[in-house]
């Protein structure tokens, strides 16, 4: 009277493409449905810190945080690796307007010191006459 039930069994198979999963900040892994009802399964990356100014160790604005390799050619446009201004992408706003200060100070104190000489040789020739 009582029919043979069938039961079926279905073992999934999940591919792992990781080449460390200790790199990674937290390990989680997820799976992934891909074509062909291939699993995968996805970890988590280490989040990125982003770009630093190396003189004053803030990072630098209009720049996205990204991992080293994610800096390269092909993945980044140039526009989006830079900012728009010397030193972009390089040095912060404030270190590189200390600079453009203090490049404009050494050359007004270069001009106060020719004036100072010329008026020395000039109090000299005055007092010798």
């Not at 994610?70 to 590189?96: C, F, P, Q």
């Not at 010329?118 to 005055?126: D, G, P, R």
């Amino acid at each position: 009277m009582f029919k043979d039930e069938i039961t079926f069994c279905v073992i999934l198979v999940y591919t792992f493409w990781c080449i460390s999963i200790n790199g990674t900040a937290l390990k989680c892994l997820w799976s992934v449905h891909h074509a062909g009802g291939k699993l995968v399964y996805l970890s988590t990356k280490k989040r990125a810190s982003g770009p630093k100014c190396p003189v004053t160790g803030k990072r630098i604005q209009g720049i996205p945080h990204l991992r080293p390799a994610e800096y390269k050619r092909s993945r980044l446009s140039r526009n989006r690796r830079t900012v728009n201004r010397a030193y972009g992408g390089v040095l912060s706003g404030g270190a590189v307007r200390e600079r453009i200060i203090r490049a404009f100070l050494v050359e007004e104190q270069k001009i106060v010191k020719k004036v100072l000489k010329i008026q020395k040789a000039k109090e000299k020739l005055a007092s010798k006459s």
